[in-house]
T-cell receptor, first 112, second 114 residues
């Protein structure tokens, strides 16, 4: 019962570096999402996907890219890390668009 | 446009006391409302969901929430707090019911005192 798995759990980046946050789910869910959670704020949607090969922007997509080559995986790429991207990142999935979300345990990212 | 306001970023209760976490929303259409809980070092989990079937919604772990249209509120309650309830709680609203249109509140950190 792995559910949604995110790696790494923690990462420190220097300004301008790039990295990929990994997300995988084993529930055969079509819908996958990336959120960021800033201190004292609610979650904000970065990108989402409704199936393999289909992605779309959420509320705060600038500075990020995603891909969805398989149903299981939904990686989030930061190309040029900036201090404003310091946040906790959560990946989530759902079977249908109106079903409940299953969340990963998060990645805490600091950009210094 | 939809929005959510959670009153009180930190709430402390004694073990066995009533838990009341406040959530007010704004929505131009009848909303779908959610409460999620985040335990330390874990992702969010759905506690309960309102979809207009009944105004009083029962969730997991003894929590419930009542939808009050006149007050635009969806407060979360539990009659008797347990130490294991210590977590952060998020209220969320979606006008369409779709997860990609969820708006989350800023969260309430619940501390349970022995």
């Amino acid at each position: 019962n792995a559910g949604v798995t995110q790696t790494p759990k923690f990462r420190i980046l220097k300004i301008g570096q790039s990295m990929t946050l990994q997300c995988a789910q084993d529930m055969n869910h079509n819908y996958m999402y990336w959120y960021r959670q800033d201190p004292g704020m609610g979650l904000k949607l970065i990108y989402y996907s409704v199936g393999a090969g289909i992605t779309d922007k959420g509320e705060v997509p600038n500075g990020y890219n995603v891909s969805r080559s398989t149903t299981e995986d939904f990686p989030l790429r930061l190309e040029l890390a900036a201090p404003s991207q310091t946040s906790v990142y959560f990946c989530a999935s759902s079977g249908q668009k109106n079903e409940k979300l299953f969340f990963g345990s998060g990645t805490q990212l600091s950009v210094l | 446009a939809q929005s959510v306001t959670q009153l009180g970023s930190h709430v402390s209760v004694s073990e066995g006391a009533l838990v009341l976490l406040r959530c007010n929303y704004s929505s131009s259409v009848p909303p779908y409302l959610f409460w999620y809980v985040q335990y330390p070092n874990q992702g969010l989990q759905l506690l309960l969901k309102y979809t207009s079937a009944a105004t009083l919604v029962k969730g997991i772990n003894g929590f419930e929430a009542e939808f009050k249209k006149s007050e635009t509120s969806f407060h979360l309650t539990k009659p008797s707090a347990h130490m294991s309830d210590a977590a952060e709680y998020f209220c969320a609203v979606s006008e369409s019911g779709s997860a990609r249109q969820l708006t989350f509140g800023s969260g309430t950190q619940l501390t349970v005192l022995p």
